[in-house]
């Protein structure tokens, strides 16, 4: 015979450990903060720069996503990635991150609707334009697929919607989802962060106008402090945490040289825009034009450096277009865009924080770059032209008559060339045994330089604004002039000063990568009723067969009350 008495003791002792065991559970788990992550790709792991900004944060910050209703499911994805990634934001921030999605098309009136678009589109986030298929109609939604986010009196618009463009609508969504934590990141820093870095533009060799200058500006000044920096003028460079270097056309002297030599030897960061050959554009309606090699007096020091830009200009099929006077009709001129194969545009690039999920740069009179040995250098090529390349050696010949001739596929032979190198390490001195200048300080001279970071790009103008033929107006940096087209310009600039001043290493955060998993749709189409039974009866047998195991269970267990 069975105690009971014992029997259900022992159930309530059971019953009571079990209890204490799970408030002990609870309360380490509130001590010690721990997650796992199970995904192959990792997917809900927050990079570290990214776990302590989120815990330094003093007080609340506010995100309002404008991707709430019903959307394809590409879209859906995108809008359940937000909220996870926001949602592993607040495990790590707690009530410091708070988050609410919002339809911007619900506003009350048409004029209010209008009002609250034209303040996303001032906070850099501009709508799309999404096409679906309902009751077998096609039909349209104005989309904006972004986010606001405040703390304390600051605010800033983020755009969600990133990628390739050159990418299937598949690719480019995967690859939005990826950069989710670096883009909502990326916004907290900047409207919870102190003072800005410095970054001189430099000047007194012939550089960009102030054109140029002001559209930079106007994309580094939400996040850095842009400052001209008169080389000729000034004793040394050593207050900026970074220098632009944007085409320069006058040669630098041995004393100028020293200051740029001596500014990466201490640690500096230099981006350094350079053209292999001299081109100029106002030049070229001209029946013959030839470009030549411009000597700035870099080559040496880039040499030491570990890198060569070749005295030569490529061509590319896959080019932007250019407005050309193709035939007269009575006496008005007609005007046509044909790709202009010195204008590439380029969207190769290497897996690299830098250029990762990037869209297309544009270039214009780009030149080859080689690297050479450098002892300690780490090399890494960031932008390569198409496979259709053509490298043509100085002189060029560079004329508006060649889009009329000699563009057939077959000329363009040559390899992607790479066209932009980031050269990390300590480098050399340009000065090593060699007679110092007048300007140089025996005592301060460094050989062996700290850890410096310098980007070499074969392109001038890289970060050029262009004026628009209509208005004369400057357009945006990376705005295509004649056909409005936005490019890539800027978000590469971003991008490189981002890695390059990153000391938190919040940039890592743009190496996730997830992995598309496609259905086969052959497949799922044959197998569908078979995984539909599937799913529907084998819930049932389960319980079906719990119950028929557990009779026999209870009826052998207690058949000795009987």
């Known amino acids: 015979m069975v105690?009971?008495?014992?029997?259900?003791?022992?159930?309530?002792?059971?019953?009571?450990?079990?209890?204490?065991?799970?408030?002990?559970?609870?309360?380490?788990?509130?001590?010690?903060?721990?997650?796992?992550?199970?995904?192959?790709?990792?997917?809900?792991?927050?990079?570290?720069?990214?776990?302590?900004?989120?815990?330094?944060?003093?007080?609340?910050?506010?995100?309002?996503v404008y991707l709430e209703g019903e959307f394809p499911s590409g879209f859906q994805r995108l809008q359940r990635s937000i909220r996870e990634t926001l949602e592993e934001f607040r495990a790590y921030a707690g009530d410091n991150i708070q988050f609410k999605f919002v339809d911007p098309n619900l506003a009350a009136s048409a004029s209010g609707r209008q009002e609250f678009y034209q303040r996303l589109a001032r906070l850099g986030i501009q709508p799309t334009n999404l096409y679906d298929t309902e009751d077998g109609g096609r039909t349209e939604k104005l989309i904006f697929p972004g986010a606001l986010v405040a703390y304390g009196g600051e605010e800033t618009g983020v755009?969600?919607?990133?990628?390739?463009?050159?990418?299937?609508?598949e690719e480019r969504l995967n690859q939005s989802v990826e950069g989710l934590e670096y883009e909502l990141a990326t916004a907290i820093r900047k409207v919870t962060g102190g003072s800005k870095p410095r970054i001189g533009w430099l000047q007194g060799h012939g550089e960009s106008d102030s054109i140029s200058y002001q559209g930079v500006q106007?994309?580094?000044?939400?996040?850095?402090?842009?400052?001209?920096?008169?080389?000729?003028?000034?004793?040394?460079?050593?207050?900026?945490?970074?220098?632009?270097?944007?085409?320069?056309?006058?040669?630098?002297?041995?004393?100028?040289?020293?200051?740029?030599?001596?500014?990466?030897?201490?640690?500096?960061?230099?981006?350094?825009?350079?053209?292999?050959?001299?081109?100029?554009?106002?030049?070229?309606?001209?029946?013959?034009?030839?470009a030549f090699p411009q000597d700035l007096q870099l080559r040496n020091m880039l040499f030491r450096y570990g890198v060569r830009i070749n005295e030569d200009l490529i061509q590319d099929l896959n080019a932007a277009p250019f407005p050309v006077v193709t035939g007269y009709m009575g006496n008005q001129p007609q005007i046509r865009l044909l790709p202009w194969p010195f204008y590439p545009l380029m969207n190769r690039y290497s897996n690299h924080p830098i250029t990762r999920n990037l869209d297309a740069v544009l270039g214009r009179y780009v030149s080859s770059v080689d690297t050479v040995k450098a002892e300690g250098i780490t090399k890494t090529p960031l932008i390569y032209t198409s496979q259709y390349t053509r490298v043509l050696p100085a002189p060029v010949e560079v004329s508006y008559n060649s889009m009329r001739r000699d563009m057939q596929p077959e000329s363009f032979q040559d390899p992607a060339q790479p066209v932009a190198w980031l050269l990390e390490g300590p480098f050399t001195s340009s000065f090593r045994n060699r007679i110092l200048p007048q300007v140089a300080n025996s005592r301060s001279y460094r050989e062996t330089g700290e850890p410096a970071k310098i980007l070499v790009t074969s392109d001038g103008d890289l970060l050029a604004s262009q004026l628009s033929p209509r208005t004369r107006q400057r357009v945006p940096l990376g705005v295509d002039p004649y056909t409005q087209t936005d490019f890539a310009n800027d978000d590469f600039l971003l991008n490189a000063l981002a890695y390059m001043l990153d000391e938190d290493g919040l940039i890592a955060a743009r190496n996730k990568r997830i992995s598309i998993r496609p259905l086969d749709a052959p497949e799922v189409e044959e197998s569908a009723l078979k995984w539909q039974l599937f799913n529907l009866l084998t819930p049932v047998i389960i319980v079906v067969l719990f119950g028929v195991i557990r009779y026999f269970y209870r009826r052998n267990k207690y058949a000795t009350f009987k």
């Open 159 to 169: 755009l969600l919607l990133k990628g390739n463009q050159g990418a299937s609508p």
């Open 218 to 290: 106007e994309v580094l000044q939400e996040f850095y402090r842009l400052d001209k920096a008169d080389l000729t003028e000034s004793e040394n460079l050593l207050g900026y945490d970074a220098i632009i270097m944007a085409k320069p056309r006058r040669a630098f002297n041995r004393d100028d040289r020293y200051k740029l030599d001596q500014y990466v030897m201490n640690g500096g960061n230099l981006l350094m825009f350079l053209d292999g050959l001299k081109v100029e554009e106002d030049s070229l309606n001209r029946e013959s034009y030839l």
């Open 3 to 64: 105690n009971l008495d014992s029997k259900k003791t022992e159930d309530l002792l059971r019953f009571f450990v079990l209890f204490a065991a799970l408030i002990l559970a609870n309360m380490l788990g509130d001590r010690f903060f721990f997650r796992a992550d199970l995904t192959e790709e990792q997917r809900y792991t927050i990079n570290e720069a990214t776990k302590e900004l989120l815990t330094s944060l003093e007080d609340p910050v506010y995100v309002e």
